[in-house]
């Protein structure tokens, strides 16, 4: 079955950044796009960044262009997600996607001094 395991949530301090993996299985990895999404406190999900099957093409949220950059190593079935600039509105529960279709279970970020 198609499993989904963030990690690399953390509490960092305004400016600063943290690197999100997602380890993917189940699933041929290669041939899927692939997603984050984030939900912040009291919200909804909101779509942050895909990657096609190939790593060629990246697509962002007007809200995190220039400072998020989401990868992928086919290799290794994983997902990145570098967050740079980090801002308090980055807050929240960063979740990876399988075609907006599966998802794990989140990991959290903390953005606060």
């Known amino acids: 079955q198609v499993q989904l395991v963030e990690s690399g949530g953390g509490l960092v301090q305004p400016g600063g950044s943290l690197r999100l993996s997602c380890a993917a299985s189940g699933f041929t990895f290669s041939n899927v796009w692939m997603y984050w999404v984030r939900q912040a406190p009291g919200k909804g999900l909101e779509w942050t960044s895909g990657i096609n099957p190939g790593g060629g093409s990246t697509y962002y949220a007007d809200s995190v262009k220039g400072r998020f950059t989401i990868s992928r190593d086919n290799a290794k079935n994983t997902l990145y997600l570098q967050m740079n600039s980090l801002k308090s509105e980055d807050t929240g529960v960063y979740y990876c996607?399988?075609?907006?279709?599966?998802w794990g279970q989140g990991t959290q970020g903390t953005v606060s001094s």
């Open positions: 996607s399988k075609s907006v279709i599966d």
